[in-house]
């Protein structure tokens, strides 16, 4: 028991130090976007040309304030974050940014993919920590729903696409 626990802690180091060299950029080229966590314009959004978008083609940890529908589209109000392994429990330490928060729009066909707190604990047979499929609307729903200071606390990994459009979002497990 003790090895396997050694080696989930392992891989999960291992996991967290994999995507710290993915968001700081380092280990690859120097051609393209940075998916860093500098800090956005609050005038960015997922409208403006790709030229204008710094969000276009990277991978964003965010936390958010709000969620909501425009015009047939789900919007979210995100401000860039930071997460760190909590190895004491085998979880995340979510750390919010500061700064003021940036309205993105989800692609009509992104994927949402839900952990506990934000989709419940009500999902017989699975664990918290698994990603389940959620609808755009459902997202919604649950955000707003969802107790102040639990939604100031939950941080999402969002892709985008080359125009800064939201293609996934996937909560962080937060048991």
């Given at each position: 028991m003790h090895a396997s626990r050694r080696r989930a802690t392992l891989r999960l180091l291992t996991f967290a130090a994999l995507g710290a060299l993915a968001l700081t950029g380092c280990g690859g080229t120097t051609e393209g976007p940075s998916a860093t966590s500098s800090p956005v314009p609050a005038t960015a959004t997922a409208t403006?040309?790709?030229a204008e978008n710094p969000f276009a083609g990277t991978k964003r940890f965010v936390t958010t304030d709000r969620a909501?529908?425009?015009g047939g589209l789900t919007k979210l109000s995100v401000r860039s974050a930071e997460k760190k392994v909590n190895t004491r429990f085998d979880t995340w330490e979510i750390v919010p940014g500061t700064g003021e928060f940036v309205t993105v729009t989800l692609a009509k066909d992104a994927r949402v993919l839900l952990t506990v707190?934000?989709?419940g604990d009500d999902a017989p047979g699975t664990s918290g920590g698994e990603p389940l499929p959620a609808s755009q609307a459902e997202f919604v729903t649950l955000l707003t729903q969802?107790?102040?200071r639990t939604r100031e606390g939950a941080g999402f990994d969002l892709s985008f696409d080359g125009e800064g459009r939201v293609t996934k979002v996937q909560s962080l497990y937060k048991p």
């Open positions: 403006a040309p790709a909501w529908t425009e707190p934000i989709r969802l107790d102040p």
